[in-house]
């Protein structure tokens, strides 16, 4: 009886390191950039960063985002990371704008300034890597300014659009 369970928790063990040791490897380039983008403004003065997986608030902050974007597509985050440069100055400010250029080789940008949703926005961009059937999205990338508030927004997972 002892060595069964061993043996399940051997098993058990094996299977946790299995999992984080293939999501380790998992990460996509575009969560890799958007860490960098964290790690590289984080000391920045006026620039706050936060990222949120599963057990750290990520329940939490979907429940907030539920009724802007719908509980489905939040269904399938399974990361949030928000860069907020609100307090930041006009150079840091420009200085992320180019950053968000290094996207475009990995993700589909999608114009959104002339959505009425968006319309009192100063600046917006918007990125996602869509599948071939366009019914999933996953690593969805925006960035809005207004007079109040100034945030980069990243979700991770697969996303179900509809």
Do not use: P, W
Not at 37 to 59: F, I, S
Not at 120 to 141: G, V
């Amino acid at each position: 009886m002892k060595c069964f369970i061993k043996n399940i928790i051997l098993l058990i063990a094996l299977s946790m390191i299995t999992v984080s040791t293939s999501y380790a490897q998992g990460a996509s380039k575009v969560d890799i950039k958007v860490k960098q983008l964290v790690t590289k403004y984080d000391d920045v003065k006026g620039v706050d960063c936060m990222t949120v997986t599963e057990g750290l608030g990520l329940g939490f902050i979907k429940m907030m985002f539920n009724k802007q974007f719908g509980k489905e597509f939040m269904k399938g985050v399974t990361a949030i990371t928000i860069i907020d440069y609100s307090n930041a100055s006009e150079q840091t400010c420009q200085a992320l704008h180019k950053e968000l250029d290094a996207f475009l080789s990995m993700l589909q940008e999608f114009k959104l300034d002339k959505e009425k949703e968006f319309a009192n926005n100063d600046f917006i961009r918007c990125f996602a890597s869509s599948s071939t059937d366009n019914a999933t999205i996953s690593d969805f990338l925006i960035a809005l300014e207004n007079n109040d508030s100034k945030i980069i927004m990243y979700m991770a997972g697969k996303i179900k659009l509809k």
